[in-house]
């Protein structure tokens, strides 16, 4: 990925494209998968990212299949979240920032066996878009989100639109 970056940086002075080199790796994943004695790729990626076309969200499988999401969720247990995302995904194009992060909190937890909750020590959250930089929220940063998401979790309701100072 690198190399092809810098590539496209040196050659057309330009980035990039995401889409572009998230298809570059799945053909490479996917030409494993059709050679004799080449065993194929054991990972699959959440490939997230902003280019001069905007936010992206790419889901690689190992196969070398890749797919442009609007939501997705991968690993053990992520069915339950991807259940999640999909009831709720009308929602996320006129959210904000704030409503988004729970969104994405609710659909971690409910990735999670039922005896588990969201800690500070267990979950992490990363943040990124158009106008800034990625941020990894990890420990005492992440209390704020968690606290305002699943603030009425007693009565059967969470919270909605809470806005969150960080």
């Given at each position: 990925?690198?190399?092809?970056?810098?590539?496209?940086?040196?050659?057309?002075?330009?980035?990039?494209?995401?889409?572009?080199?998230?298809?570059?790796?799945?053909?490479?994943?996917?030409?494993s998968?059709?050679?004799?004695?080449?065993?194929?790729?054991g990972?699959?990626?959440?490939?997230?990212?902003?280019?001069a076309?905007?936010?992206?969200?790419?889901?690689?499988q190992p196969?070398?299949?890749?797919?442009?999401?609007?939501?997705?969720?991968?690993?053990?247990?992520?069915?339950?979240?991807?259940?999640?995302?999909?009831?709720?995904?009308?929602?996320?194009?006129?959210?904000?920032?704030e409503?988004?992060?729970?969104?994405?909190?609710?659909?971690?937890?409910?990735?999670?066996?039922?005896?588990?909750?969201?800690?500070?020590?267990?979950?992490?959250?990363?943040?990124?878009?158009?106008?800034?930089?990625?941020k990894?929220?990890?420990?005492?940063?992440?209390?704020?989100?968690?606290?305002?998401?699943?603030?009425?979790?007693?009565?059967?309701?969470?919270?909605?639109?809470?806005?969150?100072?960080?």
């Amino acid at each position: 990925m690198k190399q092809q970056s810098l590539s496209s940086r040196l050659t057309y002075d330009r980035p990039i494209l995401l889409g572009e080199i998230t298809s570059r790796i799945g053909d490479r994943a996917q030409t494993s998968t059709q050679q004799y004695g080449k065993r194929p790729y054991g990972v699959g990626l959440l490939i997230a990212g902003v280019d001069a076309k905007g936010p992206h969200l790419y889901e690689f499988q190992p196969s070398g299949v890749t797919m442009e999401m609007v939501a997705s969720a991968i690993g053990a247990r992520s069915q339950m979240a991807r259940t999640y995302l999909e009831r709720n995904i009308d929602e996320f194009e006129g959210a904000s920032r704030e409503e988004l992060i729970q969104h994405a909190l609710r659909a971690l937890k409910e990735s999670l066996s039922q005896d588990k909750e969201l800690t500070i020590e267990n979950t992490s959250l990363g943040v990124g878009g158009l106008d800034e930089n990625f941020k990894l929220y990890e420990h005492s940063e992440i209390q704020g989100y968690l606290e305002t998401t699943f603030e009425n979790k007693g009565d059967g309701e969470q919270g909605e639109g809470m806005e969150v100072d960080s």
